[in-house]
């Protein structure tokens, strides 16, 4: 009886453990505009797919840092980018070929996407404090924090460009002492996003030929 009482336990366990840390909130995680649920998500990347404009959520205030990465691997810069957030435009505070931050050991783990190139921005979570909801990926629930929008300008892409979401646990990545040592310290796999918009350059070209076939229609 003790022997089947046991194995039941240990059957159940793992399954109230992940029941448990499914219905668990971020303390870090990206999110579509729309009230930062996703509108669109792949499973299989466990990303949420934003457009032009996303939000990013935080338990606490203070600083935090966006990832954008270009996919798949690439040695050097493949895009351009100018990102905003609520207060104007965010500083880009360090980039390259790796896995960011590239002044801490503890990077940001690999999942498919690092070592490639990034580029890191910094966001300060200083507009009042709301309901944070979770994105897809986990179970449903909210929680007190912070909501910042982010909006993104990309001038050119060859690739896909992925989104992390870090904060440091000492320092600050400008001051190249960015530690990241809790799992609280980084948006999770499930919590991370990709955005693939239409480049700006791609808009101008085609109004440039709507502009054409005008002229055109005026002419006839």
Known sequence: ???????????????????????????????????????????????????????????????????????????????????????????????????????DPNSLAPHGIFDTWSEVYRIDFNSPGTVVNTTPGSGNGSIAGWIETVDINIYMATSGIHIDLFRCSSGMVEDDDCQITKGTDFAPFSHDASVVPVPAAVWLFGSGLLGLVGVARRRR
Do not use: R, W
């Open 1 to 103: 009886m003790e022997t089947k009482t046991l194995i039941k336990s240990l059957l159940i366990a793992p399954v109230a453990l992940f029941a448990s840390s499914a219905m668990a909130i971020p303390s870090l995680q990206i999110g579509d505009a729309d009230g930062g649920v996703c509108e669109s998500y792949d499973f299989l990347s466990e990303d949420c797919i934003v457009g032009g404009t996303f939000t990013v959520t935080s338990d606490t205030a203070g600083a935090a840092y966006i990832v954008f990465s270009a996919v798949p691997e690439s040695l050097v810069d493949t895009f351009q980018i100018f990102p905003s957030g609520d207060e104007g435009g965010l500083a880009n505070v360090e980039e390259g070929y790796g896995a960011p931050p590239f002044s």
